[in-house]
């Protein structure tokens, strides 16, 4: 791939890459500049990228890396989110009824509790649910193997099953799901 | 276990993901700035970049002042350890003090005043202790040294009585190296000259040239008048080129006249108990009285023996001479007076040239370790790093 197919292609990434980080960072940092450093990186880089396949887990493990980075020298909480908050959906935008509602709000529960999850299982999630990145590929960007992956997917849903167990509390001490979200909407989306 | 539905969190991500504003302006700006130069490094920090590149760039800062700590602490261990190094041995000090080819010696000051000759033989250039010996020569590399030996003497500074001579017991050694076939000759007119002085040769030794490559020597005993033992000593340093001189000369007046005392007591009790046998009437005092004139006369001729061989001792002083053949490669080549300035100049140069690859060598080891110090840290660092990354991710 020559310079301009991969402009192109990082082009269209862009904005998948940049909700990627955005998920991943939790509002911990800022992921506009995440995205900058790492199409830099990607760019001064791109000699040695793979060819097909290869070039999204690569892009994204450059992206999981950056984010690492951007969390280990920020301190908690010191950037505004960006946009609405995280997980934020209203049942207005989706025009729904009240069914429509109580499932939004199910979803702004859960996006909210895998924000509160720790990054060992929020990426992995992230990149799989969201990115769609397969197993092996989520491997190769967070550097583990296939079978921790899975492994961290299925702790992942589990926790997020269980909301009390996220260890997220807002000021008055109720878990950080239960604050976006009444309970019963969670166990409702559960299996 | 129960666990959440991955649609129903698959389309809860999207939803989040949908309420995110994607600056449409990112990968613009992110073009551009790559194309403004590959190395995203190269982004100056006031035209908008990222507080991550700014930590970059104090990064670099900070490891740049890290290598330069580390090479100035080398570079201190590096001077501190030259200026330990202590000076290289010079014979300096002691060539400087002493005329070459001079041989120099100190005698007894009691010998001294007995003599009436000055305390040094042959015009000194520094004194040694009473009773000690002098060595002085060329050492194998030619150069001129002296060492003074510590051996004390064994005479006690017994003052003369009844002006009883003073009685001095000498000895030395002389080594020459004369030229091509002058060894025979050399050692003859030795002898000639001690017989000419009343003394002797008493032994002769000489060695030709053999296989082993060793040059012709020879080595003669000289028992030489003690009176005359400077006058030939002298003589014999004429005959070549003196490679070392040493002399030795104890006082032995105090057991010489220990001897002749034990002696005049030991003859006093002799006659004692010649008298005594002469009263003795049972055989028993005649056994015990023979017995006591047996030991008493071993006695006595054993002090003799002692006084006749230290009589002879001092009446004649030892010298040795060793004579040896110069090797033909010795002789010096002879220097220009006073090099130019041009040769002087090109003199310098090649010097400082040795002495700068000599100190890059003395610096290497220094160097080396600071430069596996610096890589050790970096390997623990990043080991360190991908460990926290693994640990957290």
């Known amino acids: 791939m020559g310079d301009d197919g991969l402009v192109a292609w990082l082009d269209e990434e862009y904005q998948r890459s940049f909700c990627t980080a955005a998920l991943v960072l939790a509002g911990q940092s800022d992921p506009e500049m995440i995205v900058r450093e790492s199409y830099l990186r990607a ?116 926790r997020l099953a269980a909301p009390d167990d996220v260890g997220v509390v807002d000021g008055a001490g109720r878990p950080a799901a239960a604050m976006v979200s009444p309970q019963p909407a969670i166990h409702e989306v559960a299996r | 276990m129960t666990m959440i539905d991955e649609d129903m969190l698959r389309q809860a991500l999207q939803a989040a993901a949908g309420t995110i504003s994607v600056p449409t302006e990112g990968i613009d700006d992110i073009m551009v700035l790559a194309s403004g130069g590959s190395d995203a490094g190269h982004v100056e920090a006031g035209d908008g970049a990222s507080p ?183 003589q014999a340093e004429r005959l070549g080129r003196v490679q070392l001189v040493s002399t030795k000369a104890t006082d032995a007046t105090g057991q010489y006249g220990d001897l002749q005392s034990q002696i005049t007591a030991l003859e006093a009790s002799q006659q004692q108990y010649l008298l005594i046998m002469t009263k003795a009437e049972s055989i028993g005092d005649i056994l015990s009285v023979q017995s006591q004139l047996d030991s008493i006369d071993s006695q006595l001729q054993q002090a003799q023996g002692q006084l006749q061989l230290l009589n002879s001792e001092t009446t004649y002083s030892t010298l040795v001479v060793t004579v040896s053949v110069a090797a033909r490669h010795t002789r010096p080549v002879p220097r220009p007076a006073s090099p130019s300035g041009l040769s002087r100049s090109w003199h310098d140069a090649v010097q400082g040239f040795v002495n700068g690859v000599e100190w890059l060598i003395r610096i290497a080891g220094p160097l080396l370790f600071g430069i596996l110090l610096l890589l050790g840290v970096y390997a623990l660092g990043r080991l360190g790093w991908r460990t926290y990354r693994r640990r957290i991710l």
Not at chain 1, 71 to 96: D, H, N, Q, Y
Request: aromatic share 4%.
């Open chain 1, 43 to 158: 760019w001064r880089f791109r000699a040695s990228l793979g060819q097909g396949p290869a070039m999204r887990p690569w892009l994204y493990r450059i992206v999981v890396s950056a984010c690492v980075a951007g969390l280990r020298t920020s301190p908690s909480g010191s950037m505004p989110p960006i946009g609405p908050p995280f997980g934020e959906v209203t049942s207005t935008a989706t025009g729904e009824g009240s069914g429509g509602r109580r499932r939004h709000d199910g979803w702004r529960s859960l996006a909210g509790a895998t924000a509160a999850l720790p990054l060992s299982l929020r990426a992995p999630l992230v990149l799989h649910y969201f990115t769609g990145l397969s197993e092996r590929e989520v491997a190769i960007a967070i550097g583990r193997r296939p079978a921790t992956v899975r492994s961290r997917l299925h702790e992942g849903r589990s």
């Open chain 2, 52 to 234: 991550s590149r700014r930590r970059h760039g104090r990064r670099r800062w900070v490891a740049a002042v890290a290598v330069a700590a580390a090479l100035t602490v080398v570079g201190l261990l590096v001077s501190v350890s030259i200026g330990n190094r202590s000076p290289l041995p010079s014979s300096g000090p002691i060539t400087a003090s002493v005329a070459p080819n001079r041989a120099t010696t100190t005698v007894p000051q009691r010998f001294a005043a007995a003599t009436g000759s000055p305390p040094s033989l042959h015009e000194p250039s520094e004194k040694v202790p009473s009773g000690t010996q002098a060595v002085r020569g060329l050492n194998a590399s030619g150069t001129p040294v002296t060492v003074p030996t510590t051996v004390p003497t064994t005479v006690p500074p017994v003052p003369t009585t009844g002006g009883a001579p003073t009685r001095i017991e000498e000895t030395g050694s002389l080594s020459l190296t004369v030229g091509g076939h002058r060894l025979q000759p050399v050692i003859a007119q030795l002898s000639s000259m001690a017989t000419a002085l009343g003394g002797y040769p008493s032994d002769t030794e000489t060695e030709q040239g053999s296989g082993s490559g060793s040059p012709p020597s020879g080595t003669v005993t000289l028992e030489v008048p003690e009176g005359s033992f400077t006058l030939f000593l002298s």
